[in-house]
């Protein structure tokens, strides 16, 4: 099993959740390839979106449908700057690269959104630490993986 799996598999035995990967023979770096592959709504695709958010890293679980609106975000966690991380800096707080970023896994725990868009489906869909994985979730096993705070960020 690739270590990246093996430290998201992990935290979700850690959060009692009984999931399998699924190992893809194709990489799907974004939400609408992703809902392609697996033939279901791009906003039940859960994108994991890290941003530097002023020197620390954010994870913002977001509906594959829509955008974040960093300024809603930021004033919603206190007034807080937000700006999209760069590929070394998603690297360095995740192990992880973007189109492939877990909601857990990391080196060390990430402060987590979730998006409340994602409440409306049953099934949800996330990456699983590589761009060829992903693993479905409930919005419930999310939040209790992530320990998410819930949050409109659009």
Partial sequence: MNPKHRRFVADLKQAGIDREIQILDEHTHTAAAAASYLGCEVAAI??????????????????????????????ALGGVSLKRATPDFVKQATGQVIGGVAPAGHPAPLRTVIDTALRDFDELWVAAGTADSLMPLSYDELIRLTGGTELVVR
């Fill in 46 to 75: 859960a994108n994991s979106l890290v941003f530097d958010c002023e020197g620390e890293a954010l994870l913002i679980m977001s509906s594959g449908a829509g955008r974040v609106d960093t300024k809603v975000v930021g004033a």
